[in-house]
Every structure is written in C-alpha cells, then in structure tokens.
C-alpha cells in the first residue's frame, strides 16, 4: 500500500507569513492530490484539486503543486480566517487515502 | 444550491446497527460517485465507503468490510450506510461526500455522530 506522509502536523505562523504543507507519498503517484481546509465543528472545504487545481471560490493565496512523490500546498499571505487544519488527500484504484493534517496556529 | 443532510447518528451498544442517511439536493444526485467519511474525536479524515452513479460497484476501507453496507436510491436523491457490528473504534462523525472526477470531494454534509458505548 502506499503511505501518504504530511508534515509539520503542527505549524505556528503569523498573518502575512508564507506558509507551506507538504506530503510525501511512499512512492511515485499520480496527480490525485487534493487539499482540504476543516475548521472546528466544520466539514472540509475542497481548496486544491488534482495537486494544483483552485477550486471554484477559494482565493488565490491557496495554490497547490508536485509530482510524483512531493506535493505542497502553499498559502502565500496567511490571514485571518486561515487558521485550520489542513489535510491532503490521495486518490488510488478506488481507495481514497488522507494526510494525518497540519494545524496552523497562530503564532 | 449543493446541500447534503445526514442523519440517522446515535448512541449505540458495541455489537448493535446504525442506519446512516444523507439527503442530497440541488444536483442531479445520480450522475455522481457518492461517499462516506468518517472523523473520530479529536483525530483526522478516514475514508469510508464510496458508491458508483448506478450502485453496481461500492468499494470500502479494510476495517469496515463485512460489516458496513453503503447503498444509494437515487429516486429519492438519497445515500445510505448500514453498520453493523459497530465497535468503540467506530465512534467518529461521519460525512456524506460527493465526488469530483471520482478521486476528491467537492461537497459535504453537516456530519452526523455515530457513538458506540456501553
């Protein structure tokens, strides 16, 4: 099977900070890498699909990018209202695995 | 509007069932892969179980095959899981999802909590 590895789990930042989220997969996968955003008591958002695809609605701060085992989800001015936990999610032969998630905390 | 309404949540002895139900409206449900993700307290994502358009194929995560059904009717616009079996590990809010290009999920519901405790 193939382990999706993300990091930092924990990430502390400032408003304005470039932030970057990485997962590393056990070996080279295809481009179904998604991102999600999920507040507390809330269901996740959709922000990057197909590793560098903006979802419809999301600002243009969110990008997302990588190949083959590296993929990064890049927040380039961090605000307010993105203080999150942040997972990433690979799509694989009908079994869909999550990233263990990165909370950004304010700094 | 996209909207998924789940329901059906509980609390439930360990061995005991639970029908989940989600209702789906504002998109023509059946042209959509359909899924089930699931977020234990305090802990991250898990996907589930995951239904295709017509229902002939549903694919699941190892530690809920045999015990978790997911079904569809689609003339009702409305997803089903049927647990079985339930035990403490099965504790979690779970999401009705819809799939984007079958790999992600573009929409989900409010959550519903399934808790299995004596």
């Known amino acids: 099977d193939i382990q999706v590895t993300q990091s930092p789990s924990t990430l502390s930042a400032s408003v304005g900070d470039r932030v970057t989220i990485t997962c590393r997969a056990s070996q080279r996968i295809s481009s179904w890498l998604a991102w999600y955003q999920q507040k507390p008591g809330k269901a996740p958002k959709l922000l990057i699909y197909k590793a560098s695809s903006l979802e419809s609605g999301v600002p243009s701060r969110f990008s997302g990018s990588g190949s083959g085992t590296e993929f990064t989800l890049t927040i380039s001015s961090l605000q307010p209202d993105d203080f999150a936990t942040y997972y990433c999610q690979y799509y694989n032969s009908y079994s869909w695995t999550f990233g263990q998630g990165t909370k950004v905390e304010i700094k | 509007e996209v909207q998924l309404v789940e329901s059906g949540g509980g609390l439930v002895q360990p061995g005991g069932s639970l029908r989940l139900s989600c209702a789906a409206s504002?998109?023509?449900?059946?042209?959509?892969?359909m899924s089930w993700v699931r977020q234990a307290p305090g802990k991250g994502l898990e996907w589930v179980a995951s239904?295709?358009?017509?229902?002939?194929?549903?694919y699941y995560v190892d530690s809920v095959k045999g015990r978790f059904t997911i079904s569809r009717d689609n003339a009702e616009n409305s997803l089903y899981l049927q647990m079985n079996s339930l035990r403490g590990e099965d504790t979690a809010v779970y999401y009705c999802?819809?799939?984007?290009?079958?790999?992600?999920?573009?929409?989900w519901g409010q959550g519903t909590l399934v808790t299995v405790s004596s």
């Open positions: 504002g998109f023509t449900f059946s042209n959509y892969w």
């Open positions: 239904i295709k358009q017509d229902g002939s194929e549903k």
């Open positions: 999802a819809r799939a984007k290009w079958l790999a992600h999920f573009d929409y």
